[in-house]
């Protein structure tokens, strides 16, 4: 009885750490526009967790981040980029590199462009493979058969950029699901 006693207490004790250890992780990981990226990520049939780990990634959640390359925002998208969506799906709206620092214009805008990869590539990795390294470079390596075999998935990814940054997103998602169980 002693036995199964000290056991309880200890796994209750165990159990009351592991939640403080997770909330203590989502105290110091916080997803800022955590309902914004909820709301926006379903109306383009996107995960969240893949959403808020984009942005983790790309700008580390700075609304005023800027690249060298001129990407802007969140989810570091390009005034050129943003323009293109409107003009491939025939949104009617101007805009300015103010607007994409925006957070909700950039959520938006981001979402929209990996929802464009994801109907092009029909796969999330190659999908983000493109968002970092470019559709048309995407391209070119899945023709090459050393990079895909099947000419939709990569098998490995010569720019280690472009590895890098597809482990840090998993990394995120992951953390993500395992931390913000509702998200």
């Known amino acids: 009885m002693k036995k199964w006693g000290y056991l309880i207490i200890f796994s209750f004790i ?10 203590f992780l989502s105290l110091t990981h916080p ?16 995960d969240p967790t893949i959403i808020a780990s984009v942005i983790n990634v790309e700008s580390s959640y700075d609304v005023d ?4 390359k001129k990407a802007l925002g969140l989810m570091q998208i390009k005034l050129s980029t943003a323009q293109y969506m409107n003009d491939y799906y025939g949104i009617d709206t101007m805009l300015n590199e103010e607007d994409l620092l925006n957070p909700l ?13 994801l109907n092009k ?10 968002y970092n390294a470019g559709e048309t470079r995407v391209r070119v390596w899945l023709r090459d058969n050393q990079y895909s075999k099947d000419g939709k998935t990569l098998n490995y990814v010569p720019y280690q950029e472009t590895n890098n940054y597809i482990k840090k997103i ?8 395992d931390v913000y169980k509702n998200f």
């Open 14 to 23: 165990f159990t009351l750490l592991l939640a403080g250890y997770k909330t």
């Open 170 to 177: 998993k990394n995120n998602i992951k953390f993500y699901k």
């Open 65 to 68: 981040a800027v690249s060298s």
């Open 121 to 130: 590539f029909d796969n999330i990795e190659t999908s983000l493979c493109a």
């Open 31 to 46: 997803i800022k526009f955590q309902l914004e990226i909820i709301d926006i990520s379903a109306k383009y049939d996107l």
């Open 105 to 117: 214009t950039n959520i938006e805008y981001g979402c929209i462009y990996i929802r464009y990869l």
